[in-house]
């Protein structure tokens, strides 16, 4: 059974009574474990398809399953849910809370839970340890350089034992260093088993997924396996 | 607990932008703290009316012209003039019949500019019977009160305040001496003891002439402003009180106790009446330091809704990651209580403050003002603050929870 599942899945905008179409029918799935890039030009819907698939948006018409769930029937305090529990997302501008320190950002989504507070200390403490903030435990956003920050996003993303972690360009604000370093850490979230979506306009990015999903004006053009994959590496691995 | 997180957080925020915060809050500050003073002030001018009353002995039964009801405030009071009563009604219950009333005396007033010699000054004078030293409590510093046959024969003789004295003879004796009141001249007989302030009014800066001489030479008139009736203890006093009826009914030849044209009270009665009007007006001052509330409110809402705005991306952020509508006005709430419950604390604080300040002043200037902080007036501040906060509260918040996350995480 398919994590996702999209059938023939169409979005149009409404203003003023002239409608935009932005998707226009869409049909895929995508397993467990898969690490799909979904790659366009800016305009094509990418981002779009994204929020729909993220619970952030709602389809027009079509079906998305998610883990045979009809996710069009779900009111907006399901979607919610779906969002606090299901997936977790990294953004091109990391969106942290400025005013507060790194763990807390980490711990944001629990608060929308019923997790205790030594419970999100636990787990917050844990996941920045995993991408390698332990030194940086309270320290705010304005004190971390971009490649820091993005690494509280994807720990935040973490958080919630999510089942997809949705990346939304997440390099598109870094350095070329700080970008391997976090397409690092995705493909060994990949390794540990989780699925992850990809969203970007770059080639190069794309290709550190394990497949491509290439749409043009709201439409799937190809949806291929990556044959010559990117295996990201930190610098001091590839001076080796 | 999302609560406790979420406020938090607003104490974060708030502690954060330490001046915008006061600065919201200031109107709620002002508001709540105009209302405390207005209460406590209120309150403690009330005591001073209420302990001049007691000062003059709580045995005392006054006779006023004109009908009122038991607690409400007698027309004379509303500056009407009533002219029904005369001092021949005094004397027809103050006439031996019954034990318990020691002495009584009728009263009239006026101002005048008196003189003697160079000298002058702004005063009161006093007509009274010639048992007024009976019924309150005056003692003379030398000479003598004024007697029954001057009183009945017109004398034109006076007791003075020590004010009047200090004013119109700085260094001589004026036993003996002239004063002249409404171009009438009257010879000193008595100058009285300083008695003291009894609440707003000098009690030394008055001049007592017999009543038919003021009501006849100085005023003009056959009527006299106000009775009052010594008894003998306090538990005689509703007797007295039902003598003096009865006999005022028959004086003014009145059958049904409805047509009244006299009122008797006690001091207590006195003190319940001047309660309800200073009352009436405390709580008419509070309700205008209300409207400061309100306006407070409104300009909380209206930094609230910039808030909004200005975290649109936060809020944006935490609906992605999994905030229901309902937790987004929670939290806006939350923080909008906060500020008006804090502005309130420090309103109520700095309101004492002042209450205390003025208390104290108060009390140096020789006035029997007492402190009152009534913990009602402490926990309407905290709960009017609190009712503030959720009410301007509600719409920024709701504002904040419609934002579609997707704009609200694209926004800059």
Same mark, same amino acid.
């Given at each position: 059974?398919?994590?996702?599942?999209?059938?023939?899945?169409?979005?149009?905008?409404?203003?003023?009574?002239?409608?935009?179409?932005?998707?226009?029918?869409?049909?895929?799935?995508?397993?467990?474990?898969?690490?799909?890039?979904?790659?366009?030009?800016?305009?094509?819907?990418?981002?779009?398809?994204?929020?729909?698939?993220?619970?952030?948006?709602?389809?027009?018409?079509?079906?998305?399953?998610?883990?045979?769930?009809?996710?069009?029937?779900?009111?907006?305090?399901?979607?919610?849910?779906?969002?606090?529990?299901?997936?977790?997302?990294?953004?091109?501008?990391?969106?942290?809370? *400025?005013?507060?320190?790194? #763990?807390?950002?980490?711990?944001?989504?629990?608060?929308?839970?019923?997790?205790?507070?030594?419970?999100?200390?636990?787990?917050?403490?844990?996941?920045?340890?995993?991408?390698?903030?332990?030194?940086?435990? *309270?320290?705010?956003?304005? &004190?971390?350089?971009?490649?820091?920050?993005?690494?509280?996003?994807?720990?935040?993303?973490?958080? *919630?034992?999510?089942?997809?972690?949705?990346?939304?360009?997440?390099?598109?604000?870094?350095?070329?260093?700080?970008?391997?370093?976090?397409?690092?850490?995705? &493909?060994?979230? *990949?390794? &540990?088993?989780?699925?992850?979506?990809?969203?970007?306009?770059? #080639?190069?990015?794309?290709?550190?997924?394990?497949?491509?999903?290439?749409?043009?004006?709201?439409?799937?053009?190809?949806?291929?396996?990556?044959?010559?994959? &990117?295996?990201?590496?930190?610098?001091?691995?590839?001076? #080796? | 607990?999302?609560?406790?997180?979420?406020?938090?957080?607003?104490?974060?925020?708030?502690?954060?932008?330490?001046?915008?915060?006061?600065?919201?809050?200031?109107?709620?500050?002002?508001?709540?703290?105009?209302?405390?003073?207005?209460?406590?002030?209120?309150? $403690?001018?009330?005591?001073?009316?209420?302990?001049?009353?007691?000062?003059?002995? /709580?045995?005392?039964?006054?006779?006023?012209?004109?009908?009122?009801?038991?607690?409400?405030?007698?027309?004379?009071?509303?500056?009407?003039?009533?002219?029904?009563?005369?001092?021949?009604?005094?004397?027809?219950?103050?006439? $031996?019949?019954?034990?318990?009333?020691? +002495?009584? /005396?009728?009263?009239?007033?006026?101002?005048?500019?008196?003189?003697?010699?160079?000298?002058? @000054?702004?005063?009161?004078?006093?007509?009274?019977?010639? $048992?007024?030293?009976?019924?309150?409590?005056?003692?003379?510093?030398?000479?003598?009160?004024?007697?029954?046959?001057?009183?009945? $024969?017109?004398?034109?003789?006076?007791?003075?305040?020590?004010?009047?004295?200090?004013?119109?003879?700085?260094?001589?004796?004026?036993?003996?001496?002239?004063?002249?009141?409404?171009? /009438?001249?009257? %010879?000193?007989?008595?100058? +009285?003891?300083?008695?003291?302030? !009894?609440?707003?009014?000098? %009690?030394?800066?008055? =001049?007592?002439?017999?009543?038919? @001489?003021?009501?006849?030479?100085?005023?003009? =008139?056959?009527?006299?402003?106000?009775?009052?009736?010594?008894?003998?203890?306090?538990?005689?006093?509703?007797?007295?009180?039902?003598?003096?009826?009865?006999?005022?009914?028959?004086?003014?030849?009145?059958?049904?106790?409805?047509?009244?044209?006299?009122?008797?009270?006690? @001091?207590? %009665?006195?003190?319940?009446?001047?309660?309800?009007?200073?009352?009436?007006?405390?709580?008419?001052?509070?309700?205008?330091?209300?409207? !400061?509330?309100?306006?407070?409110?409104?300009?909380?809402?209206?930094?609230?809704?910039?808030?909004?705005?200005?975290?649109?991306?936060? =809020?944006?952020?935490?609906?992605?990651?999994?905030?229901?509508?309902?937790?987004?006005?929670?939290?806006?709430?939350?923080?909008?209580?906060?500020?008006?419950?804090?502005?309130?604390?420090?309103?109520?604080?700095?309101?004492?403050?002042? !209450?205390?300040?003025?208390?104290?002043?108060?009390?140096?200037?020789?006035? !029997?003002?007492?402190?009152?902080?009534?913990?009602?007036?402490?926990?309407?501040?905290?709960?009017?603050?609190?009712?503030?906060?959720?009410?301007?509260?509600?719409?920024?918040?709701?504002?904040?929870?419609?934002?579609?996350? =997707?704009? +609200?995480?694209?926004?800059?």
């Amino acid at each position: 059974m398919a994590l996702i599942q999209v059938v023939d899945l169409k979005k149009e905008y409404t203003t003023e009574d002239v409608a935009t179409p932005v998707l226009g029918g869409l049909n895929f799935s995508i397993e467990k474990g898969e690490f799909v890039a979904i790659m366009g030009p800016s305009g094509s819907g990418k981002s779009t398809l994204m929020h729909i698939l993220g619970f952030l948006d709602t389809l027009t018409t079509g079906k998305y399953i998610f883990e045979d769930k009809d996710v069009s029937t779900l009111d907006d305090d399901e979607l919610a849910e779906m969002r606090g529990s299901k997936v977790g997302f990294v953004f091109q501008a990391f969106n942290l809370l *400025n005013r507060v320190g790194a #763990k807390d950002n980490v711990v944001l989504p629990l608060l929308y839970t019923k997790a205790s507070g030594a419970e999100r200390d636990r787990r917050g403490t844990e996941l920045l340890a995993q991408v390698g903030l332990s030194h940086r435990m *309270n320290n705010t956003p304005g &004190q971390l350089s971009g490649g820091e920050k993005q690494r509280v996003a994807i720990a935040r993303a973490l958080i *919630n034992n999510p089942e997809i972690i949705f990346a939304d360009e997440p390099t598109g604000n870094l350095d070329s260093k700080s970008g391997l370093q976090v397409m690092k850490i995705l &493909q060994e979230l *990949n390794e &540990q088993g989780h699925t992850i979506i990809l969203v970007t306009h770059e #080639k190069y990015t794309a290709e550190h997924a394990k497949r491509i999903l290439l749409i043009h004006d709201g439409l799937i053009v190809s949806d291929e396996l990556v044959k010559n994959r &990117q295996i990201a590496k930190d610098k001091s691995e590839l001076s #080796k | 607990m999302v609560i406790f997180d979420n406020l938090r957080n607003a104490w974060r925020l708030l502690r954060q932008n330490k001046v915008r915060s006061f600065l919201t809050m200031l109107g709620i500050i002002i508001g709540v703290m105009a209302v405390v003073v207005i209460m406590s002030v209120g309150a $403690g001018a009330q005591s001073l009316i209420v302990n001049q009353f007691k000062s003059m002995g /709580t045995n005392l039964v006054g006779v006023l012209p004109g009908k009122s009801d038991e607690k409400g405030p007698p027309a004379s009071v509303m500056g009407i003039v009533v002219t029904t009563l005369k001092d021949d009604d005094r004397k027809a219950f103050d006439n $031996g019949e019954i034990p318990h009333i020691l +002495a009584s /005396t009728s009263y009239v007033r006026g101002i005048d500019t008196v003189t003697s010699g160079d000298n002058k @000054t702004d005063t009161n004078f006093l007509g009274t019977s010639a $048992g007024y030293p009976n019924v309150e409590e005056i003692n003379l510093e030398f000479g003598r009160y004024f007697t029954e046959e001057e009183e009945k $024969g017109n004398a034109k003789v006076a007791v003075i305040g020590s004010t009047v004295a200090k004013a119109l003879f700085p260094d001589a004796d004026p036993l003996g001496k002239n004063v002249k009141i409404k171009k /009438t001249i009257f %010879q000193i007989i008595g100058v +009285a003891k300083e008695r003291g302030r !009894s609440g707003f009014q000098d %009690q030394d800066n008055q =001049i007592f002439v017999p009543l038919s @001489t003021a009501q006849k030479l100085l005023l003009g =008139i056959n009527y006299v402003n106000f009775m009052r009736v010594k008894v003998d203890s306090a538990d005689n006093i509703s007797e007295v009180e039902e003598f003096i009826k009865i006999k005022l009914r028959e004086q003014h030849n009145i059958t049904n106790p409805d047509n009244d044209d006299f009122s008797v009270r006690s @001091t207590n %009665q006195g003190i319940e009446a001047i309660s309800s009007v200073t009352n009436g007006l405390k709580f008419f001052l509070a309700a205008i330091a209300a409207i !400061s509330l309100v306006v407070g409110g409104i300009g909380i809402m209206n930094i609230m809704l910039a808030a909004v705005e200005e975290r649109t991306k936060e =809020i944006g952020l935490r609906k992605a990651v999994g905030a229901k509508s309902r937790q987004i006005i929670a939290q806006f709430l939350v923080e909008t209580i906060l500020i008006t419950f804090t502005g309130g604390v420090i309103g109520i604080i700095i309101g004492s403050g002042i !209450s205390i300040l003025v208390a104290s002043i108060a009390k140096n200037m020789g006035y !029997s003002w007492d402190l009152v902080i009534t913990p009602s007036s402490i926990i309407l501040g905290c709960i009017v603050s609190i009712v503030i906060g959720i009410v301007f509260g509600v719409t920024p918040a709701r504002h904040a929870a419609r934002l579609n996350p =997707i704009e +609200a995480l694209r926004h800059e």
